[in-house]
């Protein structure tokens, strides 16, 4: 199945307001208010820890390394594993996270032979350092790249049900129809359920139900 882009929703966000050939609400006009639908549908998405919210990273942190700023796509991470660089995935053990005040309890400074201790702090994550290199996994929420045109691909199964009725109310907004306004948002929020569900990853059938297929 194609990628969906921005330009479905914005073409229905016109239909809705009576402009299906988009003489006035052409997709230049409708992109901010894309932008805005799409951020605000990665947020709901994050809040109902969608998959295709989440991300896995993994990087060489150099011995005596005191901080890490990748991945690019990251809004905060869960959680990360640590093993020797170069040694096999199953020996990655998952390190503990400190309360991110930016400075480490002295409990904690000392340089260890391992990575064990993480915080996220001012979007950086930092480590109390190892004196060898190991590699580290980071699972991590993420951020779908901004739409910066028609384009650009929405990245979210079935976002166009709720980015279209919520890209026109804001343009009502925008315009002082407020009756129109809340409509349009209740029909997007009418959708949100089904993009969730669209979203939540595939669920492996269980023996029994697979028998009676």
Request: charged content about 15%.
């Amino acid at each position: 199945m194609p990628a969906v882009t921005a330009s479905v929703p914005m073409a229905t966000a016109a239909a809705l307001l009576n402009d299906t050939a988009q003489n006035f609400f052409t997709s230049a006009y409708l992109l901010p208010f894309a932008q805005q639908a799409h951020n605000e549908l990665q947020a709901k998405m994050r809040l109902a820890a969608a998959p295709v919210m989440i991300g896995n990273y993994t990087q060489e942190v150099l011995a005596n390394a005191t901080s890490l700023t990748g991945p690019t796509d990251i809004v905060e991470p869960l959680r990360i594993f640590a093993k020797n660089h170069g040694a096999d995935a199953s020996t990655y053990q998952e390190l503990t996270e400190v309360a991110p005040t930016g400075i480490f309890p002295s409990i904690y400074v000392d340089p260890q032979l391992t990575l064990n201790y993480w915080m996220w702090f001012e979007e950086a994550v930092l480590f109390v350092a190892a004196t060898t290199a190991q590699d580290i996994l980071m699972i991590y929420k993420r951020q779908i790249a901004t739409i910066t045109s028609g384009g650009s691909t929405v990245g979210i199964t079935g976002g166009e049900l709720y980015m279209a009725p919520r890209i026109a109310a804001l343009a009502c907004g925008a315009a002082g129809e407020q009756a129109r306004y809340e409509a349009l948002t209740q029909i997007a929020e009418s959708f949100i359920s089904q993009v969730i569900l669209a979203n939540k990853g595939r669920v492996m059938p269980t023996q029994g139900a697979a028998d009676k297929s």
